[in-house]
């Protein structure tokens, strides 16, 4: 299915900002956070990530990931939702507004989904206001690299990058825990800190003992996107911001 109308959306959720091409290096992840980003997986970001492409500095790798905590084995199983638009925002000129979006769509469902691919395009819409644009620069079926249109796409089921200690982070902020990540909350304990850092940090702590991945194992939903760096930087300084939306 290819749209032949623009379509105009509300962004539901957003995530890290991430400078890149100077490669400042910013950490953070976000998974089931909430009872309504949990209830709605295939809008859930969890990491961006931005870097060279290896062997080639003229060209640039953006990833985002979604759809957190699919377990083990089953992510061939498990597809984009064809109702949100996925974007990479661009900001190239140090304003903190995007000057150019990578959008992503999907058609269907199941091993057969079609991807979409447009951009790297001037958005028509900024902010918490997106509006599908055209026409398509690549198109391909998930969990296949495919190459077209200058750029180099995959999108589909990759393990969790990102390392986490759950059970240390609610020991520091018990606040956090919610009955959607698993951990009860002792209402008398809510805000009281049971530790002061991470398992393996610095730390005076005695038998602190060694961190362990709760991610370890776990799927996501990634969309790759590798182009040629000058179609980001515009007429910019050479220094990018890059964060990504997706939208219902």
Same mark, same amino acid.
């Given at each position: %299915? ?29 998974? /089931?956070? @909430?009872? $309504?980003?949990?209830? @709605?997986?295939?809008? !859930?970001? &969890? ?10 500095? =003229?060209?640039?790798?953006?990833? %985002?990931?979604?759809? *957190? ?10 597809? #984009? !939702?064809? !109702?949100?638009?996925? $974007? ?6 140090? !304003? ?6 990578? $959008?992503?769509? #999907? @058609?269907? &469902? ?21 509006? %599908? ?14 190459? $077209? ?12 990058? #990102? ?12 606040? +956090? ?12 304990? /809510? ?7 991470? +398992?393996?940090? *610095? ?10 991945? #709760? ?14 760096? =000058? ?5 910019? =300084? ?7 939306? &997706?939208?219902?």
């Amino acid at each position: %299915m290819v749209f032949s109308r623009r379509k105009l959306f509300v962004a539901a959720a957003a995530t890290l900002l991430v400078p890149t091409f100077a490669l400042v290096r910013a950490k953070g992840s976000d998974h /089931a956070d @909430t009872p $309504q980003i949990a209830a @709605t997986p295939g809008a !859930d970001l &969890t990491d961006v990530y931005v870097f060279p492409k290896p062997g080639d500095p =003229s060209k640039v790798v953006l990833a %985002m990931s979604v759809h *957190p905590l699919i377990p083990t084995g089953q992510g061939p199983n498990v597809s #984009f !939702d064809p !109702d949100v638009l996925y $974007q990479f925002k661009i900001d190239n000129t140090g !304003d903190g507004v995007e000057d150019l979006v990578i $959008q992503a769509n #999907f @058609t269907g &469902t199941g091993p057969s989904q079609q991807v979409n691919i447009r951009g790297p395009l001037v958005p028509t819409m900024k902010g918490n206001r997106n509006q %599908m644009l055209g026409p398509i620069t690549a198109t391909g079926t998930i969990n296949n690299v495919f190459t $077209q249109g200058g750029m180099q796409v995959f999108a589909g089921a990759r393990e969790d990058s #990102f390392f986490f200690d759950l059970s240390r982070f609610f020991q520091i902020l018990p606040d +956090r825990a919610t009955p959607v990540n698993g951990v009860p909350v002792i209402p008398s304990q /809510a805000n009281v800190p049971q530790k002061a850092s991470f +398992r393996g940090m *610095p730390t005076t702590e005695a038998g602190a003992g060694s961190p362990t991945d #709760f991610l370890l194992g776990l799927n996501v939903l990634s969309i790759v996107v590798e182009l040629p760096k =000058s179609q980001l930087i515009g007429g910019g =300084s050479g220094n990018i911001g890059i964060w990504c939306t &997706t939208s219902k």
